[in-house]
């Protein structure tokens, strides 16, 4: 059975700095390639970065130079640093595991960016 449990999340005010992590079991971790989406209320979900099985990575322009994805394929873990956040960064932030044709999706957690 396939899981992916992201921790991390909380309320941090703006300019702050929060870390995830997403834990997965169940698949051979270092072949996927790993995903952070995100999604406000009234919202479509986004990515907000990618790292893939050869450790390549890519962000888009709303959080480039502030967000950045790591892997550690020992404790088959992704994390996702995000620093200088900004209140529109306020969004439940999920991880995604992919490898074609499979995709797997973790719960979310909860990132509220407010003072």
């Known amino acids: 059975q396939v899981q992916l449990v992201e921790s991390g999340g909380g309320l941090v005010q703006p300019g702050g700095s929060l870390r995830l992590s997403c834990a997965a079991s169940?698949?051979?971790?270092?072949?996927?390639?790993m995903r952070w989406y995100r999604q406000a209320p009234g919202k479509q979900r986004e990515l907000v970065a990618v790292i893939t099985s050869i450790s390549s990575t890519n962000y888009p322009d709303s959080v480039k130079g502030r967000f950045t994805i790591s892997r550690d394929n020992a404790k088959n873990t992704v994390y996702l640093q995000m620093n200088s956040l900004k209140p529109e960064d306020t969004a439940i932030y999920y991880c995604n595991a992919q490898r074609n044709p499979s995709s797997y999706w973790g719960q979310g957690t909860q990132v509220t960016v407010s003072s």
């Open positions: 169940g698949i051979i971790f270092s072949a996927y390639a």
